[in-house]
Nanobody, 122 residues
Framework: VQLQASGGGLVQAGGSLRLSCAAS????????MGWYRQAPGKQRELVAV???????NYADSVKDRFTVSRDTAKITVYLQMNSLIPEDTAVYYC?????????????????WGLGTQVTVSS
């Protein structure tokens, strides 16, 4: 399984960015996908996740500003980030909880993308 993220970059405070992450491989079930981030000198933290039944969970710091969504057919998760603030500056990592194989013989694992830099200038 590979996760390929895109959409990071430099934006001014108040601006917007949209991150995308596509999963590829022998995937037969999406249990959950989402985003974590890690700022310099800080631990990696959850930003937003969406489960296989479209339940979502957000960090308090991004509620009402960020929206996580997914396209099951494309095995892709998106993160729409609005009203960005400098504190959102971090490397954003795509995350996926996937089952691979077949319904009769499968393995469930967590997967991580390489990360994409988001920088918000004041």
């Amino acid at each position: 399984v590979q996760l390929q993220a895109s959409g990071g970059g430099l934006v001014q405070a108040g601006g917007s960015l949209r991150l995308s992450c596509a999963a590829s491989g022998n995937i037969f079930k999406i249990n959950g996908m989402g985003w974590y981030r890690q700022a310099p000198g800080k631990q990696r933290e959850l930003v937003a996740v969406i489960t296989g039944v479209d339940s979502t969970n957000y960090a308090d710091s991004v509620k009402d500003r960020f929206t996580v969504s997914r396209d099951t057919a494309k095995i892709t998760v998106y993160l729409q980030m609005n009203s960005l603030i400098p504190e959102d500056t971090a490397v954003y990592y795509c995350y996926a909880d996937l089952s691979t194989g077949t319904p009769w013989s499968f393995t469930r694992n967590d997967y991580w993308g390489l990360g994409t830099q988001v920088t918000v200038s004041s």
